[in-house]
């Protein structure tokens, strides 16, 4: 673990606690163990240890208190568009009722944004989408090149709309899609993007067309809906399939 160095120590630290908090396995009002508990279960200085702690602090999830220690805070706390909580959370249980909150802030937030852009997007914005679906279009069915451009697609349109607060929440917005698109790298046999759906957003854009630009984003996001059902479903029926088949690989070893 020495090898990670400073960055990579913090980080493990802020993963390993902050995972099992949103996870519930730290439950609200618990007191984490102490310091030098912590530093040699974990493997960390205590500088790394205590900077991990400070991002948990800023991302809602724990709070120091005198004569206490650091205890876990309730949910109600947690900055839930914070990207490593949003991770986490498609990591735990949860994952059904995460993705159904992120498709819900898409619709109110993304084909409003699309229309904005189509009334107010500069020639640059213009250049940037018309960029970003190229490099989508050479991704291909490749899931892991199709994430960055994708990402970057979304949040130019953010970006074009000419308003300073839907611009702050294109940062946000966009950290959240790059983790839920990253769900789908491994993608079930037969997936393709939805290239189509993406052009049919930017040629909207272009023209000037704010009404078809915002139907255009509600198809998109309605199809991602779809994908990502399709995609949870396969992968469940992957990892039942994968323990069956270990199920059925240990009883032919107990045979032997």
């Not at 960390?44 to 876990?72: D, F």
């Not at 899931?143 to 970057?152: K, Q, S, T």
């Not at 991602?224 to 009883?251: G, H």
Request: contains cysteine.
């Amino acid at each position: 673990m020495q090898r990670l160095g400073r960055q990579g120590l913090h980080d493990h630290v802020v993963r390993e606690i902050g995972g099992r908090i949103v996870r519930g396995e730290l439950k609200p009002g618990t007191a984490l163990s102490s310091e030098s508990a912590l530093v040699k279960s974990l493997g960390v200085s205590r500088t790394a240890l205590r900077e991990a702690l400070r991002v948990l602090g800023a991302k809602g999830l724990v709070e120091a208190k005198p004569k206490v220690g650091t205890i876990v805070r309730a949910p109600a706390n947690w900055n839930y568009l914070d990207a490593d909580i949003f991770a986490w959370r498609l990591d735990s249980e949860e994952i059904g009722e995460v993705i159904a909150e992120l498709h819900q802030l898409r619709h109110t937030i993304e084909p409003l944004a699309a229309s904005l852009a189509a009334s107010n997007a500069s020639r640059q914005h213009i250049a940037y989408l018309k960029a970003a679906y190229a490099d989508m279009e050479l991704a291909g069915n490749d899931g892991a090149a199709f994430v960055e451009p994708d990402v970057r697609f979304h949040r130019g349109i953010i970006a074009a709309t000419g308003n300073a607060l839907f611009s702050s929440l294109g940062v946000v917005i966009g950290a959240a899609l790059e983790v839920f698109f990253s769900l789908g790298i491994d993608n079930p046999p037969g997936y393709v993007p939805a290239l189509p759906l993406h052009k049919a957003v930017l040629d909207a854009i272009c023209a000037r067309n704010a009404n078809a630009a915002r139907l255009a984003m509600c198809r998109l996001i309605e199809d991602s809906e779809r994908d990502a059902r399709q995609i949870r479903n396969w992968k469940l029926r992957t990892a039942r399939a994968a323990r069956v088949a270990s199920s059925l690989a240990r009883k032919a070893r107990r045979r032997l």
